[in-house]
């Protein structure tokens, strides 16, 4: 089957610009602060001292609070997109959030990243901290203190590859939670704290879905004894699970990206695309940092049907508006599911263009009035892989 000829007319440029989660801050204390009547009056350079008069009050270590201004400054002025664990702890008191669900939400709905996991000790004692409504002093003193000897010792891999179980364990722990007597009296427990770990199980199996790492035992081995074994026992080399995890395969056509095109993706949109490096690393779970949205939406791409509507992977591409389909619908109730941010343009380039491209298609439907879901797929999938071809070009 032949995939018809659709017109491409994005411009690639707009996909390019770096994007900081400062305009996602700005936009939690604006709808913060929105029934207030002088809030209409809060500019950038307002919000900005807002915050850190609030931080110089909550933050009264004088070089905590500098490395914090510091990080926000940086964000502020794009010179970094990303805020360190530590600093994101502060931030989160900083902001005065009530509650472990509003962190949940500030981070998902403002912040566009992946919600804090309580199979990590850090992140757990930060959930509970806000659970109870503790100050910053004192949850620094657990973070840093008490029980920071315990957090560095954290194994880097769980006991066991099982999804979602533990996480849910640990959520209920936080929930019984009254006091923080009782936070303690369960941490000083050495039975309870054995589990944790500085990986969870769930974000990493999301994009091994059709394959179980063999070997992945968290140390500096990042090397080829890591194997990918599928779902009929048969050994997946681990290159080959990259270029088809990455490379947006396609169900009429082998005209997939190279891995060399996947190394210059992985320059331009790095907490997407993967290096041969970066991918051992986190095959073999020495990379410890989370796997991102972007990076399962490659993912989730790979694994939706298209002919099947009892499918759970089942998406209509045809269905609905250009500004409401079932298409975005689909990535943003799997996005949730796994614990990942909504699909927002407006923080994510790569978000941008898989919503853009599919915008693009849909209008030109008319043109294509005998397409089937199937064919749409496909050549939805030939024109991310155009743009993304013309973007290495555009940078090369």
């Not at 990303?82 to 009530?98: I, T």
Request: aromatic content about 12%; proline content about 4%; overall charge negative.
């Amino acid at each position: 089957m032949s995939i018809p000829l659709f017109d491409y007319h994005l411009n690639i440029s707009d996909y390019i610009a770096a994007r900081s989660p400062w305009s996602g801050i700005l936009r939690y204390l604006r709808d913060r602060s929105a029934g207030d009547p002088a809030s209409a009056e809060l500019t950038d350079e307002a919000l900005a001292k807002q915050l850190l008069k609030t931080a110089k009050e909550i933050l009264t270590d004088t070089k905590e609070y500098d490395t914090f201004r510091k990080a926000i400054s940086a964000l502020r002025s794009n010179k970094t997109l990303s805020l360190r664990k530590d600093n994101l702890f502060r931030l989160l008191f900083v902001l005065q959030l009530p509650s472990d669900d509003e962190a949940h939400h500030f981070l998902i709905r403002y912040l566009h990243r992946n919600d804090l996991s309580p199979r990590a000790l850090d992140e757990f004692i930060v959930l509970s901290a806000l659970k109870l409504g503790l100050s910053w002093a004192e949850t620094h003193e657990l973070l840093y203190v008490r029980y920071a000897d315990r957090i560095k010792g954290q194994e880097n891999v769980p006991d066991n590859l099982e999804e979602g179980f533990t996480q849910a364990v640990y959520l209920n722990v936080i929930d019984r939670l009254q006091t923080a007597e009782e936070l303690v009296r369960y941490l000083d427990n050495p039975v309870n704290t054995s589990f944790f770990a500085k990986t969870g199980n769930t974000l990493y199996r999301t994009i091994f879905f059709d394959a179980v790492p063999v070997n992945a035992s968290g140390n500096d081995d990042a090397s080829p004894h890591i194997r990918l074994v599928d779902d009929n026992g048969d050994d997946v080399a681990v290159e080959e699970y990259r270029r088809s995890l990455f490379g947006l395969s396609s169900y009429y056509s082998d005209d997939i990206l190279s891995l060399e095109e996947i190394d210059a993706l992985s320059a331009v949109f790095e907490d997407v695309f993967m290096t041969e490096s970066s991918f051992y690393k986190l095959v073999s779970r020495h990379n410890l940092s989370d796997v991102s949205s972007g990076t399962f939406l490659l993912s989730f791409l790979m694994r939706i049907d298209p002919e099947d509507d009892s499918s759970e992977y089942y998406v209509d591409f045809l269905d609905g508006s250009e500004d409401d389909n079932d298409f975005h619908r689909a990535c943003d109730e799997w996005l949730l599911y796994y614990g990942f941010p909504y699909l927002n343009p407006e923080c994510g380039n790569f978000e941008k263009l898989l919503l853009d491209v599919h915008r693009e298609l849909l209008s030109q439907l008319p043109s294509h009035p005998d397409i089937d879901n199937a064919t749409f797929y496909d050549a939805y999938l030939a024109a991310l892989r155009h743009y993304l071809r013309e973007l290495i070009r555009t940078l090369a």
